[in-house]
């Protein structure tokens, strides 16, 4: 079975900065898109910053250059450096990844279980 575990989430005041780690771990062959999501009360769950197992990264405007993703192949881990919080950034965010095991051909979508981020005014 495969999973993905956040950590680094917690309480900041705006204009600071927190780092959110993303480990997979278990029968993993290889991952495709290894992303970060986040959900902020009341509202849907929305994409933060995308990789592609090439190196690819793309981001929403909302966290354009105050957001930093970057990505280790080689132990399945995604960080999100994330600098000049505002409180608007507060959500759970949660690491995704395509995922495919060394039983199948295809890819699975999997989610971690989230790490809640506070930015304070």
């Known amino acids: 079975q495969v999973q993905l575990v956040e950590s680094g989430g917690g309480l900041v005041q705006a204009g600071g900065s927190l780092r959110l780690s993303c480990a997979a771990s278990?029968?993993?062959?290889?991952?495709?898109?290894m992303d970060w999501y986040r959900q902020a009360p009341g509202k849907q769950r929305e994409v933060v910053a995308l990789?592609?197992?090439?190196?690819?990264?793309n981001y929403a405007d909302p966290v354009k250059g105050r957001f930093t993703v970057s990505r280790n192949n080689a132990n399945n881990t995604i960080i999100l450096q994330m600098d000049s919080l505002k409180p608007e950034d507060t959500a759970v965010y949660y690491c995704?990844?395509?995922?495919?095991?060394?039983?199948?051909?295809?890819?699975?979508?999997?989610w971690g279980q989230g790490t809640q981020v506070t930015v304070s005014s």
């Open positions: 995704h990844a395509d995922v495919r095991s060394y039983s199948t051909t295809s890819y699975v979508s999997r």
């Open positions: 990789t592609t197992s090439s190196g690819n990264t």
């Open positions: 278990g029968s993993i062959f290889r991952i495709g898109a």
